[in-house]
T-cell receptor
Framework: NAGVTQTPKFRVLKTGQSMTLLCAQDMNHEYMYWYRQDPGMGLRLIHYSVGEGTTAKGEVPDGYNVSRLKKQNFLLGLESAAPSQTSVYFC???????????????FGPGTRLTVL | AQRVTQPEKLLSVFKGAPVELKCNYSYSGSPELFWYVQYSRQRLQLLLRHISRESIKGFTADLNKGETSFHLKKPFAQEEDSAMYYCALRVKGNTGKLIFGQGTTLQVKP
């Protein structure tokens, strides 16, 4: 099993360009998440999904859109990239849980994005 | 408001010295707390969770509700412990969402 994979690993964009980051998981997980990691800020949740066809905003959703058309894939889009979106992006997935249980999040290797 | 604070960006110790990575949280109700670790060139992974009360790789963490803390401790640091450590708090509800602290880089010198 590959676990959680992310495509691409690195990308450089110019301000105003658009791109899509792909996250794929082969663990049949219900929940998927997109985070960004910035120095001194930790990991911040951008968007998340609790199932195919559903998405929701996280802590820092502005400037990003997501789609979960297939259970195994979670796409993160930047419509008009800005230098403030220079970051390392992590995708994660987990099994569905109830209020009384927690299921570990499994992370992808990350995508390093630079916006010039 | 739900919040996790890790006050130290960098903690540098010598091999064999005790380690304590600080984590404080703000949460109403019964918190669920975790430590995640990211070794160099590896993925972020779960280290331990407070409900398990386990010791992983010699690390332990005790939830102190009075001080709203969940500090990570190890009596004798090893060079392979050098990594970025994140404290995380589970958000209420059935989404599995976590709130992460700012992260602390642990550097263990030989």
């Amino acid at each position: 099993n590959a676990g959680v994979t992310q495509t691409p690993k690195f990308r450089v964009l110019k301000t105003g360009q658009s791109m899509t980051l792909l996250c794929a998981q082969d663990m049949n997980h219900e929940y998927m998440y997109w985070y960004r990691q910035d120095p001194g800020m930790g990991l911040r949740l951008i968007h998340y999904s609790v199932g195919e066809g559903t998405t929701a905003k996280g802590e820092v959703p502005d400037g990003y859109n997501v789609s979960r058309l297939k259970k195994q894939n979670f796409l993160l889009g930047l419509e008009s990239a800005a230098p403030s979106q220079t970051s390392v992006y992590f995708c994660a997935s987990s099994k569905a849980g109830t209020s009384g249980t927690y299921n570990e999040q499994f992370f992808g290797p990350g995508t390093r994005l630079t916006v010039l | 408001a739900q919040r996790v604070t890790q006050p130290e960006k960098l903690l540098s110790v010598f091999k064999g010295a005790p380690v304590e990575l600080k984590c404080n949280y703000s949460y109403s109700g019964s918190p669920e707390l975790f430590w995640y670790v990211q070794y160099s060139r590896q993925r972020l992974q779960l280290l331990l969770r407070h409900i398990s009360r386990e010791s992983i790789k010699g690390f332990t963490a005790d939830l102190n509700k009075g001080e709203t803390s969940f500090h990570l401790k190890k009596p004798f640091a090893q060079e392979e412990d050098s990594a970025m450590y994140y404290c995380a708090l589970r958000v209420k509800g059935n989404t599995g969402k976590l709130i992460f602290g700012q992260g602390t880089t642990l550097q263990v010198k030989p």
